[in-house]
């Protein structure tokens, strides 16, 4: 059971419905000693912790660790068997960080007050707001949607994944979706999940697989098999983004509807009701080598304009976020982290200005003095004529995508065709809903994911050891195809190559 925080019987905890909230994080000060518990903060050296209580006296303020678990414990076993992208010490260095870290559940509009309140203690070395987590997608605002419509016009004025269920009604059975999941396709086209399958293994046999994010429908009529359900965290009512998620990494193979790129990695679900790195720390535990987790969120950075998602970018900039996806590559999980929606520059200098993160924190988008691990994906452009639309050369970055040094590689960002949201096929139950147009670094990421599990069951059904992320990073930017220039988005614009199975194999078990 986790552990209280301070005043936690007071009020009812902030994270308690599904979806996302801005979140006030603080770490204590090293070598002082400062420990919070639900009796009250002390310090072990002796440091003056009076304001800090103070503070935290508030009815209608929690201070609880961020990750609440046997940390010492699992500190040891890190120094026991350190991955091959860290030593112990570095392992040592991450979880003394991560003990540190506190969670400061109050109401949002005391949440900028409170933050400078504690940079005031000289027991607090950091304290921040991080803007609300979101999903790549947009709400529909007041939208009539009627039928017949022109699908041409549709998929150039409404913004990414606002989709709705103005598909044909499913029929009594749902037709075979596979002949539009050109992404599975031989390459260039696709990432040749079909050499995949003939590979013993290649399906994403023994492979795990959690998706942070909100909604899935685990009842849909083509995610019946292999499904784990929710690990953490509370479900949302919209389920359509993980639904459509789960489609492309592990729809059933049962002749119809769509198939997913890895239908025989068991799949399961970690909600971002749960503060993000929270979300991403229960993921890890749950994962062991080899198993992959997918980020599909990104949330406002520095040059957020307000309009839409412009400006938003990947997590892991955020210190306690960094923290969580380490932990989990750490442990040899493959972190998969979608780039984000924003048409940002990553490399761009304002990453590396540090608005009061810890002292310890340098720009991770450098993977100089601080690499997460993750595998960082864009958005390219599938090939023209998909379903009848054009979004530019093959391979090109999509104009929303973000791009820069730190992203590995790229998976379709437009056209997807999955399960869910119901444009492609509705009906009044959402069970039987598909959709031809998932978009975004969203659709992107878990293209990868499904590649990555299939390369993972590859390697165990040989008996050789699973990659761990440093090495599937380095095969994602040495095989594959290479990406395309477009007008105004040229290819030094980075979002990487698209990824081919029929390379990626053969790299691997060499």
Same mark, same amino acid.
């Given at each position: 059971?986790?552990?209280?925080?301070?005043?936690?019987?007071?009020?009812?905890?902030?994270?308690?419905? !599904?979806?996302?909230h #801005?979140?006030?994080?603080? %770490?204590? /000060? +090293?070598?002082? &000693?400062?420990?919070? =518990?639900?009796?009250?903060?002390?310090?072990?050296?002796?440091?003056?912790?009076?304001?800090?209580?103070?503070?935290?006296?508030a009815?209608?303020?929690?201070?609880k660790?961020?990750?609440?678990?046997?940390?010492?414990?699992?500190?040891?076993?890190?120094?026991?068997?350190?991955?091959?992208?860290?030593?112990?010490?570095?392992?040592?260095?991450?979880f003394?960080?991560?003990?540190?870290?506190?969670?400061?559940?109050?109401?949002?509009?005391?949440?900028?007050?409170?933050?400078?309140?504690?940079?005031?203690?000289?027991?607090?070395?950091? !304290?921040?707001?991080? #803007?609300?987590?979101?999903? %790549?997608? /947009? +709400?529909?605002? &007041?939208?009539?949607? =009627?039928?017949?419509?022109?699908?041409?016009?549709?998929?150039?004025?409404?913004?990414?994944?606002?989709?709705?269920?103005?598909?044909?009604?499913?029929?009594?059975?749902?037709?075979?979706?596979?002949?539009?999941?050109?992404?599975?396709?031989?390459?260039?086209?696709?990432?040749?999940?079909?050499?995949?399958?003939?590979?013993?293994?290649?399906?994403?046999?023994?492979?795990?697989?959690?998706?942070?994010e909100?909604?899935?429908?685990?009842?849909?009529?083509?995610?019946l098999?292999?499904?784990?359900?929710v690990?953490s965290?509370?479900?949302?009512?919209?389920?359509?983004?993980?639904?459509?998620?789960l489609? +492309?990494i592990? &729809?059933?193979?049962?002749?119809?509807?769509?198939?997913?790129?890895?239908?025989?990695?068991?799949?399961?679900?970690?909600?971002?009701?749960?503060?993000?790195a929270?979300?991403?720390?229960?993921?890890?535990?749950?994962?062991g080598?080899?198993?992959?987790?997918?980020?599909?969120?990104?949330?406002?950075g520095?040059?957020?304009?307000?309009?839409?998602?412009?400006?938003?970018?990947?997590?892991?900039?955020?210190?306690?976020?960094?923290?969580?996806?380490?932990?989990?590559?750490?442990?040899?999980?493959?972190?998969?982290?979608?780039?984000?929606?924003?048409?940002?520059?990553?490399?761009?200098?304002?990453?590396?200005?540090?608005?009061?993160?810890?002292?310890?924190?340098?720009?991770?988008?450098r993977?100089?003095?601080?690499?997460?691990?993750?595998?960082?994906?864009?958005?390219?452009?599938?090939?023209?004529?998909?379903?009848?639309?054009?979004?530019?050369?093959?391979?090109?970055?999509?104009?929303?995508?973000?791009?820069?040094?730190?992203?590995?590689?790229?998976?379709?960002?437009?056209?997807?065709?999955t399960?869910?949201?119901?444009?492609?096929?509705?009906?009044?139950?959402?069970?039987?809903?598909?959709?031809?147009?998932?978009?975004?670094?969203?659709?992107?990421?878990?293209?990868?994911?499904?590649?990555?599990?299939?390369?993972?069951?590859?390697?165990?059904?040989?008996?050789?050891?699973?990659?761990?992320?440093?090495?599937?990073r380095?095969?994602?930017?040495?095989?594959?195809?290479?990406?395309?220039?477009?007008?105004?988005?040229?290819?030094?614009?980075?979002?990487?190559?698209?990824p081919?199975?029929?390379?990626?194999?053969?790299?691997?078990?060499?």
């Open positions: 059971m986790p552990r209280q925080g301070m005043n936690e019987g007071n009020r009812r905890p902030q994270y308690d419905e !599904a979806r996302g #801005p979140e006030l994080i603080c %770490a204590v /000060a +090293e070598d002082m &000693g400062v420990e919070i =518990t639900p009796s009250g903060a002390s310090s072990a050296r002796g440091a003056d912790v009076t304001g800090l209580n103070e503070l935290a006296a009815p209608d303020l929690v201070l660790p961020l990750f609440d678990t046997d940390l010492a414990r699992l500190s040891r076993r890190a120094r026991q068997t350190p991955q091959a992208g860290e030593s112990a010490d570095q392992a040592e260095e991450n003394s960080r991560m003990v540190r870290f506190y969670q400061v559940d109050a109401p949002e509009e005391r949440l900028e007050e409170l933050a400078q309140r504690l940079r005031e203690l000289e027991v607090i070395e950091t !304290a921040y707001v991080k #803007p609300a987590a979101e999903l %790549a997608r /947009a +709400e529909t605002q &007041g939208r009539t949607w =009627t039928r017949p419509f022109s699908r041409a016009q549709e998929r150039k004025e409404s913004p990414i994944n606002d989709m709705a269920p103005i598909g044909p009604d499913a029929p009594s059975m749902t037709p075979d979706y596979a002949v539009r999941q050109i992404y599975l396709a031989p390459g260039p086209a696709g990432i040749n999940a079909r050499h995949a399958w003939q590979q013993p293994g290649g399906t994403g046999v023994g492979v795990r697989v959690i998706d942070c909100w909604g899935w429908r685990f009842g849909h009529e083509d995610l098999q292999n499904q784990g359900g690990i965290g509370i479900n949302s009512s919209d389920t359509n983004h993980g639904t459509a998620v489609g +492309e592990s &729809g059933d193979t049962n002749g119809f509807g769509v198939t997913g790129i890895a239908p025989d990695a068991v799949i399961s679900a970690s909600s971002f009701s749960l503060p993000t929270t979300a991403i720390r229960a993921a890890a535990d749950r994962l080598p080899g198993d992959v987790l997918l980020l599909e969120i990104h949330r406002a520095p040059r957020a304009t307000g309009i839409g998602q412009q400006g938003f970018i990947a997590v892991e900039w955020w210190p306690d976020d960094f923290l969580a996806i380490r932990y989990a590559t750490g442990k040899g999980v493959v972190v998969v982290e979608a780039a984000g929606n924003g048409a940002e520059n990553l490399d761009d200098p304002v990453y590396d200005r540090s608005p009061g993160f810890p002292l310890w924190w340098t720009n991770p988008f993977r100089s003095l601080l690499d997460s691990g993750a595998v960082v994906v864009g958005a390219g452009a599938p090939p023209p004529g998909t379903h009848g639309a054009d979004w530019g050369p093959d391979r090109s970055r999509l104009d929303f995508s973000n791009f820069g040094s730190c992203l590995d590689t790229q998976g379709w960002g437009r056209e997807v065709t399960t869910g949201y119901g444009d492609l096929q509705a009906g009044e139950n959402p069970d039987f809903w598909y959709t031809d147009r998932f978009s975004g670094t969203s659709s992107a990421s878990p293209i990868v994911v499904g590649a990555v599990a299939c390369v993972q069951g590859v390697l165990k059904a040989s008996d050789r050891v699973p990659l761990d992320g440093w090495q599937v380095d095969l994602l930017r040495n095989t594959g195809w290479p990406q395309q220039d477009a007008p105004g988005r040229p290819a030094t614009q980075r979002i990487g190559n698209r081919d199975l029929s390379q990626l194999i053969p790299s691997a078990l060499a």
